[in-house]
């Protein structure tokens, strides 16, 4: 089988997972609804007013559609980092970029940025220099003349993140809490519908994202070489680092700013996925943006419904599933040889 084959069908399966689970994502709630009802209010036959529109089509649908793309730029980050960095263990979270993201956006909500496109815009721009910033201050504790040292890294990452973390606790703890409203439930990963407007700015900003990184594919993939093979064969190893650390830095703080914090997507997802396209970023990227999407929507179906009515942040179950599988890659793949 070619290798476009097997993209192809892998793409189709991922595909058929994605639209299989935000069925799921529609019809089960903890609002009791019918299914003919929800089926229903997707076709357009129920009145406007009615319980079942209002329940899937100004809640549930929005939701599923942020969780898609918050899932798929996430692990499209976490693609884009560990290529870069050359590293199974970096993603968004664990190098601190998504602390980094999250202070940003709290700056930006005590400035005022609440609502609205304009503020919507305003506050993805704060969560992007936050989430750069972090990206940046990460890479230059960790790089060195031999390339980036695994242990390094990751203590950098960890460092970072809780400098950021205990900066946005002093905010916290000094500002009027009426001007950080809801910043707490925010801070764990919440996937509240967005009106449409702020939907279609997530949306354009994590697409530009996810182009800069499928285009920088190939090159990533000769990165993965070494730096000076790679510019043997006409890679501009610099220009290629700073294109992705950017690119991911804008699908994190795009996250950040529409939903929190969420962590471990960008780790769990690649990971999985090169067992199955192995690591041709080529194909790691579109599988990643769709498997993200299926994942994290799954993820928030299960904490919508586990305790129902009331409800968890999806940013537990993401923990709950990565924290394990980190701790498991950490002791099978990076083992002193």
């Known amino acids: 089988m070619t290798d476009a084959r ?27 609804l019918s299914a003919s009802a929800v089926a229903r209010a997707l076709a357009g036959r129920a009145e406007a007013s009615s319980v079942e529109a209002i329940v899937t089509l100004s809640l ?39 602390s980094g993201a999250a202070f940003g956006v709290v700056l930006a909500q005590i400035l005022g940025f609440q609502a609205g496109i304009v503020a919507a815009l305003g506050v993805a721009v704060f969560a992007f220099g936050g989430a750069l910033l972090a990206a940046a201050i990460v890479y230059l504790i960790a790089v060195a003349p031999g390339g980036l040292a695994v242990q390094t890294l990751l203590l950098a990452g960890v460092i970072v993140g809780i400098f950021f973390s205990a900066a946005i ?125 299926a994942f994290l929507l799954a993820a928030d179906t299960l904490a919508r419904n586990l305790v129902a009515p009331a409800e968890l942040s999806v940013g537990v179950i993401t923990a709950f599933c990565g924290a394990p599988f980190f701790v498991w890659v950490l002791r099978t793949r990076m083992r002193p040889v």
């Not at 793309?69 to 993603?91: K, M, S």
């Not at 354009?204 to 920088?216: C, E, K, P, R, Y």
């Not at 471990?264 to 999407?293: E, Y």
């Open 6 to 32: 097997r993209l192809a069908m892998v793409l189709t399966v991922l595909a058929v997972v994605l639209t299989g689970v935000a069925l799921a994502a529609l019809f089960v709630g903890s609002a009791g």
């Open 169 to 293: 606790t002093v905010i916290i703890s000094v500002v009027d809490f009426n001007r950080l409203s809801g910043v707490i439930h925010w801070l764990l990963g919440n996937l509240a519908p967005i009106p449409a407007a702020s939907l279609a700015l997530f949306a354009a900003l994590a697409a530009g994202g996810v182009w800069l990184i499928l285009n920088s594919a190939r090159e990533l993939n000769l990165l993965a070489l070494g730096e000076e093979a790679a510019s043997q064969l006409g890679v501009d190893a610099e220009r290629l680092k700073r294109r992705v650390f950017v690119a991911a830095a804008l699908l994190t703080g795009t996250v950040v700013a529409f939903t929190g914090p969420i962590g471990f997507v960008g780790l769990i997802v690649p990971h999985v996925l090169r067992s199955l396209v192995g690591q041709d970023n080529r194909f790691l990227v579109p599988t990643a943006a769709l498997a993200g999407g």
């Open 60 to 98: 549930r649908l929005p939701r599923v559609a942020v969780a898609v793309l918050a899932g798929a730029a996430l692990a499209v980050a976490g693609v884009g980092f560990q290529a870069l960095t050359r590293n199974p263990l970096a993603e968004p979270s664990i190098l601190g970029v998504s």
